[in-house]
């Protein structure tokens, strides 16, 4: 909502200083209508009129053009693990909401135009360079502005760049992701679920093309578990308060997933032990255990009395987003906690490419529980969510950030091009006394880098506090005030400023001198 407040006042303010430039052409016709008895207050009221037709049209004209949009974006497929659809009808809160923003538009875009070009048409000598120099303050606002809004959407190319290229901590491109839903009713008992879960396993391992697969409670970015509880270290008597994410999976999983064991073992199936195993990733052993090896490390849970022991150690993974700071995390075997849950997911690691796999999948678990709830995808496609805040912060404020642009170059093109009018018979006396034209071409060009300049160190000065909030959605490592980001807008605005304000100078150039004398 900012950004885009951002761009109407790029808008307003482009429009306003088109209309100053258009009350200045009009000054003989004003000067024309108070000399013949009209009031003041009725010629603001015909120009503000003259701003409400503009704004109106623009208003109709934007509300056509969201019915547009809005038809494309409703067809739009989310890359999200659960099913999406859009929205976007149009009620009367909108319609008055365009309405006010129309209102708003006419008052900020005419008020000051009409005001000062009523308030100076019948003086003998217009002031025109204060003028100027208030269209020059509107641009410079527009460009400021719009390296705001740029900068804010190239943080966010640069942050869907990097997030495409940070690795969740394990394999998302061979693998397939399988949701569960039991039927509550027949699957009461925790030895019936266990049964299930085998029998899936051993389905899915058969399948051709298959290299493993493996269930467990919840698989990464689909859900999560955390605990903060009191372990108490069982060598030492140490007691240590730890906040952790949990997991329960069955021993294939850190392969099916190619999450690497850095020491010790995965879990055993079958047999009976003394100790419950645990697996830990190493943010955990360096924040709980750092005091000793964590291989063998035991430790009683809260008021469990049962003993929890460390038979490996493996890499840390992404949780919830792909920006996340590594965190402790400890995984159990899936066979011997009390599953209280009717819903189990599987990750299955194919040999082949895993779009090609879905189909035989869900036959397989089909076969096992005909009446579960199923869902099959590619891990990839089911951790989409974890990128979305990424591709739509880039798309959103990557298009706003190119209209606010496109808005700034043309009102730059529109007040160098009424600059270089406004001085064509100064042109002409300059070329008469042996100015060259490339002396011409680089006034008008060095003007238009004046007002560049000075737009792009009022904007990177605003943008330094205004771009902070946005620290909380970026990856870790990019920061909102980094200089690269600045840097890179800042030029990007400066040769599209000058691209805009060629077309000027190359017409200032071209200025005939006898006809320029004539001028006006």
Known sequence: LVVVGLVLMIACVNVASLLLAR???????????????????RLVQQLLVEAALLSLAGAAFGLMLREAMASAVEQLQLPVPIPIRLHLTLDWRVTLYAMLLATFATVACGLVP?????????????????????????????????????????????????????????????????????????????????????????????????ESAAGARVIPFTAATRFRVGLKLADTGKAVDAFFYWNAVSPDYFRTMGIPIDRGRTFQTGGAAA??????NRTFAQRYLADRDPL????LWGDNKEIYAVVGLVDATKNFSIGEDDQPQLYED???????????????????????????????????????????????????????????????????????????????YGVMVYSVSRRTREIGVRLALGADRRDIAFMVLAGAAKLILTGSAAGLLCAFFLVKPLAMFLVPGLRPSDPVSFLAVAALLGITGLAAAWGPARRAAAVDPMTSLRYE
């Open 23 to 41: 009350g200045s052409a009009r000054r003989q016709e004003l000067a024309i209508r108070l000399s013949l008895g009209a009031g003041r207050g």
């Open 114 to 210: 009409a005001w000062r070009s009523i308030r100076h048409s019948i003086a003998p000598s217009l002031r025109r360079e204060g003028r100027m120099r208030l269209q020059r303050a509107l641009v410079v606002a527009q460009l400021a502005l719009s390296l705001i809004v740029l900068t804010a959407g190239f943080l966010f190319l640069r942050n869907l760049w990097r997030s495409n290229a940070i690795s969740p901590g394990f394999d998302v491109r061979h693998t397939i992701y399988a949701d569960v839903n039991l039927p509550p009713q027949a699957y009461k008992d925790i030895a019936r679920k266990r049964v299930y879960v085998t029998q899936a396993l051993r389905e899915l391992t058969a399948l051709p093309g298959i």
């Open 275 to 280: 100790t419950r195993p645990v697996i830990v």
């Open 296 to 299: 063998g490390r035991t430790f």
């Open 334 to 412: 899936l066979a011997r906690i009390d599953n209280d849950r009717t819903r189990v997911e599987f990750v299955v690691r194919s040999a082949t490419p895993p779009a090609t796999q879905l189909q035989a999948v869900r036959a397989a678990l089909r076969r096992v529980e005909p009446n579960a709830g199923l869902e099959v995808e590619t891990l990839y496609s089911s951790i989409g969510l974890a990128f979305l805040p990424s591709q739509v912060g880039a798309a959103l404020l990557g298009g706003i950030g190119v209209l606010g642009l496109m808005l700034a170059t043309i009102g730059l």
